[in-house]
């Protein structure tokens, strides 16, 4: 019998006999929640082992350094029982990994079937559901959804569109012009308004003094012409 084997069965049999009263009662083996609980126990068992081994490693290391080259037997056998030791630390260590590995894979697998239960009860829900469902129908549903659907973008449009009696648009825009046009004349008689225009004719300019001065001097010269043609 293996070493592993017999700690399976140290282990099992001092787990008391209520854990072992319900192994005999299942049927088919234990449950998954039960080999994991017994894979995490065994693992705090080991932990604490090795606990215990590193801590007697490091009093045997103490007691061959206390002795010495003084007592080299004492020595000798301090340091042979720390070998004995780290090898049964070494086993634990492997020990443990494949502890580790089964429990971490019996989860994994526990998880696994957990979904796949949960998966087919939602696939039976679901068949359920669509068992009062006829394609057919469904297909007819949808084109009548979709018909109405047309009618009320038609009736949106028809509420929306442009209500009463139509204008010439160039004929608004004239009267606004000629509105635009009666603001701006209101706006200047507001003003004063612009100067009126005078009825009578203005005044013809008065000749400057140098045409008067050429003027007279003319008539000063007909005068003296005259006078000499008399005599």
């Keep these: ?16 006999s209520s854990s072992s009263s319900k192994h005999h009662r299942s049927k088919g083996g234990p449950s998954p929640q039960e080999a994991i609980h017994r894979l995490r126990e065994t693992e ?22 206390k002795h010495g080259t003084k007592n080299k037997r004492a020595a000798l056998q301090a ?5 004995r030791l780290e090898q049964q630390l070494t086993q634990i260590d492997g020990t443990l990994s494949t502890i580790e ?28 559901v669509h068992e009062n469902m006829d394609v057919d129908k469904i297909d007819d549903l949808m084109q ?40 701006l004349e209101e706006n200047m008689k507001s003003m004063g308004g612009l100067p009126s225009v005078p009825s009578s004719k203005l005044p013809s300019s008065q000749p400057s003094h140098r045409t008067k001065s050429k003027k007279r001097a003319e008539d000063d010269d007909d005068m003296h012409m005259l006078a000499s043609w008399a005599t």
């Design 79 to 83: 340091l042979k029982r720390k070998k």
């Design 144 to 183: 009548d959804i979709t018909e109405q659907q047309d009618v009320a973008r038609e009736i949106s449009e028809a509420i929306s569109g442009p209500f009463g009696e139509q204008f010439d648009e160039d004929e608004l825009l004239a009267e606004l012009e000629e509105l635009e046009q009666e603001d």
């Design 1 to 16: 019998m293996s070493k592993i084997s017999k700690l399976f069965k140290g282990s099992s049999g001092g787990s008391g």
């Design 101 to 128: 590995f089964q429990r971490e894979a019996l989860e994994n697998s526990h998880t696994n079937t957990e979904v796949l239960k949960n998966m087919g009860f939602a696939a039976k829900a679901m068949k359920k």
């Design 44 to 65: 705090e068992m080991l932990t604490k082992k090795q606990d215990y081994l590193e801590k007697k490693i490091e009093q045997e290391i103490a007691t061959a350094r």
